[in-house]
T-cell receptor, first 113, second 116 residues
Framework: KAGVTQTPRYLIKTRGQQVTLSCSPISGHRSVSWYQQTPGQGLQFLFEYFSETQRNKGNFPGRFSGRQFSNSRSEMNVSTLELGDSALYLC????????????FGPGTRLTVL | AQSVTQPDIHITVSEGASLELRCNYSYGATPYLFWYVQSPGQGLQLLLKYFSGDTLVQGIKGFEAEFKRSQSSFNLRKPSVHWSDAAEYFCAVGDILTGGGNKLTFGTGTQLKVEL
């Protein structure tokens, strides 16, 4: 079974631009979660989507948004990029049931100049 | 709120030596606990997980972890480290949210270096 895939793997943007990251979950998984990883803040939960609905949200500004499609693929959007948004963005998929294991993709490395 | 503490930022061990990585958690109920490993520039790979039952859990690559409720700990162990184990290790607690679903809270990670 194919794992979680994320595209693109690397991205360079400038301040003020917006960016869209994509995540394809493991087949059959209905939940997709997004995490931001930075050297200073570590791994932080952004949000989770389940059956096309945002079910949970972390403590991030409204510039960070996402959506999920009927095939469970998910996109994450960051508008008005700031230098501090430079990070590795990780997507994880799971069946979506309580306590289920989350399986991570390789991440998208975003650099904001 | 739940939290995870990994007190060791860096650990260096010799190849063939035993390894123990510490993890302490704070959570109001019986936790779901995970250990993940991350190689440079890569995503997170699940090593093992604890949901309930036997407090000693076996994982991949020869790793095991023991859940100790009285100490709020979930330490990761390996009897003999291989050079390929050099990576960053993250302990995480899974929070079952009132709206359903899961959210992982991670520790700050322990960077493992293996000396040949």
């Amino acid at each position: 079974k194919a794992g979680v895939t994320q595209t693109p793997r690397y991205l360079i943007k400038t301040r003020g631009q917006q960016v869209t990251l994509s995540c394809s979950p493991i087949s059959g998984h209905r939940s997709v979660s997004w995490y931001q990883q930075t050297p200073g803040q570590g791994l932080q939960f952004l949000f989770e989507y389940f059956s096309e609905t945002q079910r949970n949200k972390g403590n991030f500004p409204g510039r960070f948004s996402g959506r999920q499609f009927s095939n469970s693929r998910s996109e994450m959007n960051v508008s008005t990029l700031e230098l501090g948004d430079s990070a590795l963005y990780l997507c994880a998929s799971s069946l979506g049931l309580a306590g289920e294991t989350q399986y991570f993709g390789p991440g998208t490395r975003l650099t904001v100049l | 709120a739940q939290s995870v503490t990994q007190p060791d930022i860096h650990i260096t061990v010799s190849e063939g030596a035993s390894l123990e990585l510490r993890c302490n958690y704070s959570y109001g109920a019986t936790p779901y606990l995970f250990w993940y490993v991350q190689s440079p520039g890569q995503g997170l790979q699940l090593l093992l997980k604890y949901f309930s039952g036997d407090t000693l859990v076996q994982g991949i690559k020869g790793f095991e972890a023991e859940f100790k409720r009285s100490q709020s700990s979930f330490n990761l162990r390996k009897p003999s480290v291989h050079w390929s184990d050099a990576a960053e290790y993250f302990c995480a607690v899974g929070d079952i949210l009132t709206g359903g679903g899961n959210k992982l809270t991670f520790g700050t990670g322990t960077q493992l270096k293996v000396e040949l």
